[in-house]
């Protein structure tokens, strides 16, 4: 069993910035990967990043790329999220997620293992 706590959501302006962390506790964190889905009001759970076991391979939805950077520290059992050039269109509950299956695997639609409690960020225009 995981255990995932997320942190770092909030309110910020159209073109600013936030950073979520999500610590994990349980079983090997540096075996699984993880990632952030999100979800908008009204709208379906959607994949925005993943990261392999190592961080050596990321993933991101088209919407994000360029503007999202994902990474983790094994060491502090953490993943991150910076999130920058933020638009109101990123408004949602963002969730951290693991698995015991590679980065790849989730980025083309398979399902987490684990889930935190999610994070709202709302980017206002």
């Known amino acids: 069993q995981v255990q995932l706590v997320e942190s770092g959501g909030g309110s910020v302006q159209a073109g600013g910035s936030l950073r979520l962390s999500c610590t994990a506790s349980?079983?090997?964190?540096?075996?699984?990967?993880m990632g952030w889905p999100r979800q908008a009001p009204g709208a379906e759970r959607e994949f925005v990043a993943s990261i392999s076991w190592s961080g050596g391979r990321t993933y991101y939805a088209d919407s994000v790329k360029g503007r999202f950077t994902i990474s983790r520290d094994n060491a502090k059992n953490t993943v991150y999220l910076q999130m920058n050039s933020l638009k109101p269109e990123d408004t949602a509950v963002y969730y951290c997620?693991?698995?015991?299956?590679?980065?790849?695997?989730?980025?083309?639609?398979?399902?987490?293992?684990?889930w935190g409690q999610g994070t709202q960020v709302t980017v206002s225009s």
């Open positions: 349980g079983r090997a964190f540096s075996s699984h990967g």
């Open positions: 997620a693991a698995g015991t299956k590679s980065g790849a695997y989730y980025y083309t639609g398979g399902v987490w293992d684990y």
